[in-house]
């Protein structure tokens, strides 16, 4: 079989969205180091977390919001306060607004590119 062509599907909301995710984990490493929590600690965990849930939550910025709660939880041994728990649905809640935003402007750009 001769290869002529390879085609790659870039996923253009990823790219997008990968600056709200990065954001999000320097919010939450910012809001655990108050709880002497290592920020390089915390992202091993939240990506251990992420792959564990994967079975219950699937992907997307609900799942993450889910994880990092758990994260949270997990790596201050439950002393966490509810305050950092509302910091935490919050953060989920303004990447769910922003990524909305985001896939709106995708999908008007998208409509000048017309192959």
Do not use: C
Not at 16 to 28: D, G, K, P, W
Not at 49 to 60: A, C, S, T
């Amino acid at each position: 079989m001769d290869i002529h062509w390879i085609g790659f599907d870039a996923d253009d909301t990823l790219w997008v969205n990968e600056r709200l995710y990065r954001e999000a984990r320097t919010r939450f490493d910012a809001l655990l180091a108050g709880y002497g929590v290592d920020p390089a600690e915390a992202d091993r965990r939240i990506d251990e977390i992420e792959v564990q849930n994967l079975q219950w939550y699937g992907y997307g910025v609900m799942s993450f919001g889910l994880s990092l709660i758990e994260a949270a939880v997990d790596l201050t041994q439950g002393r966490i306060a509810g305050q950092g728990i509302s910091q935490v649905l919050q953060l989920t809640k303004e990447m769910i607004t922003a990524e909305g935003k985001a896939a709106k402007r995708l999908a008007d750009l998208e409509k000048g590119f017309v192959v």
